[in-house]
């Protein structure tokens, strides 16, 4: 028996665990009911999912922010500057991004312990919002990230919408940025681009692109692809990602100018 | 009022002459001036925001209690600095050497005849120190202990540079006090 890794601090789940089976969706090749060659169903190829955005809402964090995609969820807090613990000299300031699961997020249950699955996607956000923080200006100091992703619809989109989400609480943290990291992903599906696909797009398409930049100063912070995309292909997708990133800006802009107007 | 306010990475209108000095908050990237925090620009003085947590620099005042003593240093977890309490937990350690405790006769100077643990004292960083810690002096009038209880558990008042005495049993310690400014 594998008793040796059993967690005891935690309520542990059954060991195996089942996606509930609704009665619609049994019988439907996915649960969009979409096939191939078929229009996006329910918005545009170039629509994302509307954008629910708020900052400040964990009040013991110096900085936070919550963002919501119709079925993602993620919330975010920034702690920090604050004293490194490493026990080298460094000029630089140093960021530290960690991923959480929820044990609910997924459709099937997420064990409490850290896997390969939120690092890959902590260093993701890390490599995204490295460019746009002014870590010269903290010598000796760490600023820590948590991201908590409350429900994954799409792990792309959770990659995107944590780093807007991150980008978000360190403004509201008040830590020196160089400009807003804003991201969008997008899939390939046939010979159409659809933009913020969610978990069962993705899947039926052949690629994925997670497109990270800072429109105020129209730079790329990180590019990554996931799956076969041509060169033509991942241009295009990241020429439509930049265009909707200006819209998410707004966004972003907007739930920051509300925050800095109640404080 | 939103018109005010700046986001990071937003231009700020400058006036026409000579680019001013750049403050905190601003930074200067391919000839724009851009905000790098969310708040209102000024033309004196840095960026409004409410008053953030800032770790310590050179030359900043650092408030902070005596934890630990050893005939070399004085190590010293710093809470306040520069006026701005930092959130609970996130304190910076700071160490303030046999030589930085003032500023004469330094090598009479014994680290337990200057400080106790739990005193509360008023530094002045000197440099970014080691990985660990930064280096603090008291080696000016206006620095040293503010704050510290005698063996009886009574809050001291000072009598000189170099001594405070016990209100309830009217014993002298050593400490190396510090006279603030406007007393």
Sequence with gaps: ?263 | MSSDLVLPGQPIPIPRGPIPQLGTGVYAREGAVRASLTGTPRYEGPVGTRPLPRPPAPNSVVLGSITRLSPLQAVLSITVVDGVPLPAGEEFTGVIRVQDVRATEKDKVKIADCFRGGDVVKGLVISLGDARSYYVTTARNDLGVIFATSEAGATMEPVSWQEMRCPKTGKIEKRKCAKPEGL
């Design chain 1, 1 to 263: 028996m594998a008793q040796s890794n059993f967690d005891r601090r935690r309520i542990n789940g059954p060991e195996e665990s089942f996606p509930p089976t609704f009665e619609d969706d049994e019988g439907e090749p996915s649960s969009l009911g979409w096939r191939l060659g078929q229009p996006r169903q329910g918005r545009a190829a170039s629509d994302i999912r509307p954008i629910f955005l708020k900052a400040g809402l964990i009040t013991q964090a110096n900085g936070s922010a919550y963002i919501e995609t119709q079925r993602s969820k993620i919330a975010c807090a920034v702690y920090g500057p604050r004293q490194s613990k490493s026990t080298v000299y460094s000029e630089n300031g140093r960021l530290n991004v960690e991923v959480k699961f929820a044990p609910f997020s997924c459709t099937r249950r997420k064990v409490p312990i850290r896997d390969a699955e939120d690092r890959s996607v902590a260093v993701q956000i890390h490599q995204a919002l490295l460019p746009s923080i002014r870590l010269e200006l903290l010598p000796k100091s760490t600023i820590d990230i948590f991201i908590t992703i409350i429900e994954n619809d799409g792990i792309d989109g959770c990659i995107a919408a944590g780093s807007v989400a991150a980008s978000t609480a360190l403004a509201d943290a008040g830590i020196e940025m160089l400009g807003l990291v804003i991201a969008c992903s997008a899939c390939t599906i046939g010979k159409e681009i659809w933009l913020d696909p969610n978990n069962d797009e993705a899947q039926a398409s052949s690629g994925t692109l997670i497109y990270a930049s800072m429109p105020a100063l129209g730079t790329v912070t990180n590019v990554s692809q996931n799956g076969r995309l041509t060169p033509d292909e991942a241009i295009r997708c990241m020429e439509a990602c930049q265009e909707r990133c200006i819209d998410i800006h707004a966004v972003v802009a907007e739930a920051l100018l509300e925050n800095a107007q109640q404080s």
